[in-house]
């Protein structure tokens, strides 16, 4: 009887990791495929002209984009990270589990993470560029981008903040320490890892869109001179570079640096998180 059932267990056995080694051959041949095809394409297309100061029809610099996009980038995240984080300590910390708030927000919250990009940028349209009559501008964009990427940040915050073991808590306040000291003395620096890979999340995101910065932060290539002038990121350069259909091979060019900063920014947040680690362990 034991010879049998090891003789159907090994078949269902062998299936089973075939299709986990297949689809891991398969993911991985995708992503090389891709990153490899853009490298090619665009690294023969980049040229000095494409990182001049100015944009024009001869040139199609992206320098302006790029610098776009990093202000973007940095003044999103410096409107939500905060908002995220502190609300996740609230919920996790302060409201109190099994509380009904906590489930509405975590609900509403994941109801948020799955609106189109569209949507997001209609209502930035709507409500930012008209209502409040900041105009396309840099600033609408980030609080557009800030509200679209609030949620991620929120769930995955308080998710890193859960799978803090209770015990850390336990013995801060054995040793007297209050709830506020606890959470940003014990619990923060534990849980610093589980929030960094929300915020690279959240960064792939903001860098990556497109359609609701059309509609809040215009199509300018310049760089701004203040919050409210009209701008054009790197995704959006692409985007209508292509669109246009003469500029098919500073298309690809855009696509390597958008790559390679992607890339830079995701290798900055992991190095962060191991020196956080690092010296908490050291410590």
């Known amino acids: 009887m034991k010879k049998l059932w090891e003789l159907r267990r090994k078949p269902l056995s062998l299936i089973l990791r075939l299709s986990v080694l297949l689809s891991a051959a398969t993911v991985i041949f995708i992503i090389v495929f891709l990153v490899g095809y853009i490298l090619v394409k665009g690294i023969p297309h980049l040229t000095p002209s494409l990182f001049s100061p100015k944009y024009n029809s001869d040139n199609q610099s992206m320098l302006p984009a790029l610098i776009n996009t990093v202000l973007m980038t940095a003044l999103t995240l410096l409107i939500a990270a905060p908002l995220g984080i502190f609300s996740a300590i609230y919920l996790v910390e302060y409201a109190g589990r099994g509380n009904k708030l906590v489930s509405v927000v975590r609900m509403a919250a994941e109801t948020l993470s799955g609106i189109p990009s569209i949507v997001y940028g209609l209502f930035g349209s709507l409500f930012f ?10 600033l609408s964009g980030a609080l557009t981008l800030a509200i679209m990427i609030l949620p991620l940040i929120m769930r995955t915050t308080e998710e890193a903040l859960l799978s ?38 959240a960064v792939g995101r903001v860098v990556g869109e497109t359609a609701a910065l059309i509609f809040t932060a215009g199509t ?18 692409m985007y209508i570079l292509s669109g246009e259909g003469f500029y098919i091979n500073q298309t690809y060019a855009t696509a390597v640096v958008l790559l390679i900063l992607v890339v830079c920014i995701n290798a900055l947040s992991s190095f962060m998180a191991k020196r956080i680690a690092g010296g908490k362990t050291e410590r």
């Open 164 to 201: 803090v073991p209770d015990s850390f808590r336990e013995g801060s306040f054995g040793l007297g320490a209050g709830r506020l000291r606890t959470v940003f003395a014990v619990v923060l620096p534990s849980a610093v890892p589980g929030i960094l890979a929300g915020v690279i999340l």
């Open 220 to 237: 300018v290539a310049k760089i701004p001179n203040r919050l409210l002038s009209s701008t054009r990121t790197l995704s959006v350069h």
């Open 129 to 138: 560029v008209f209502a409040l009559k900041m105009g396309l501008s840099l």
